[in-house]
């Protein structure tokens, strides 16, 4: 009979022995019950691959192949679920650092999640979700800080005040240091707590959707259609100067084009004293940067250089909808979304003073 290709079913651990030679056993599947996947593991459906796979089964670190954690040393069935004996490896600090992990959680009354590779070859003929017979090719190690360090928070990201607060006691124990974690694992665990704390005094914690990091939306610089269009209005003379005003526009969306463009005629004609009074205080009320139509205010990811938005809070104040709308098609640049920060200059604050873009507009 044909193996299926390879699945990975979750399963959250019952319970686990750790000691400190690094010897861990855990309970890593369900039998009886339904999994992840929507299929059930009859009794003895782990008995075969156990007796003749075990010598070339792996212990992952979050399915990273290239993360091995240890060695399995046996498995069995046991009071309803698929319990394996593993050793970690302790001469690796991801080793150390994951069994650090399973003293916190143990010493906390938690337990880490853990998944197994593996794939259905029997199943039974009347009820396609029992499987008679499993190939088990690995069973990993699943942590909140291991492959996304964001993960804690991203788990949580609908959980009461209550829930966050208990997450952030646990978060204070666990950068405490006496579990063994490195420096490194520390540190993560102290950012993660500020990030809690900061929520729970009402701050907008964000993910960024193309590199999964979260940050304070607040402590970046807001920027918006308008503080684009007025940057490079005013980089407008510095180009003229530079000989490189075709290359530097070209670079722009041809909306932030059309404004800057509207905003040196604006100058241009108060500059050269054709309208009267009224009508050039209307100009100037006109390109401010407060009146210039905002499309989404948004901040960049500090970590990767992309657009996020406020409505894509993780936890404190949540958008309507996370979804931007009438977007601009791109942050000043039409072109690549991320491949380095582009020359900044100061945003305008409050009302832009056209006038003070420059005598070099003036024809």
Known sequence: MAIEQMKSLVYKTKANDVDEKGIVTVAVNGIGVKDSQGDISMPGSFDKTLTEHIHKMRWFLNHKTDQLLGVPLSGKEENG??????????????????????????????????????????????????????????????????????????????????????????????????????????????????????????????????????????EQAERSFSTQVLENAAMYARWIAEDRVSE????????????????????????AGGVRPTEQKALVELYTEKNIQDAMTYVRCPHCWNKVYKTMTVIGKTGEDPTPKNEPSGDTHEKGEGGGKPEQTKAAEGTFDLLSLGDCFAQ
Request: proline share 2%; net charge negative.
């Open 248 to 271: 530097e526009m070209h670079k722009l969306t041809p909306e932030i084009q059309a404004e800057v463009m509207a905003v040196l005629q604006a100058v241009n004609i108060m500059k």
């Open 81 to 218: 679920n698929l319990v394996m004996v593993g050793k970690i490896n302790l001469e690796k600090q991801m080793g150390r650092d994951v069994l650090a992990d399973y003293k916190l959680y143990a010493e906390n009354g938690r337990t880490l999640e853990h998944s197994i590779g593996v794939s259905a070859v029997k199943r039974d003929e009347a009820d396609k979700s029992k499987v008679l017979e499993w190939k088990m090719w690995e069973y990993s190690t699943l942590t909140a800080w291991g492959a996304n360090p964001q993960t804690f928070l991203v788990n949580i990201k609908s959980a009461t005040r209550e829930q966050v607060e208990e997450a952030a006691r646990f978060l204070s124990k666990a950068a405490e240091g006496k579990y063994g974690h490195s420096d490194e694992r520390l540190n993560s665990f102290d950012m993660e707590l500020k990030k809690l704390l900061k929520a729970l005094d009402g701050a907008n914690i964000v993910k960024c959707p193309y590199c999964g990091k979260e940050f304070d939306y607040d």
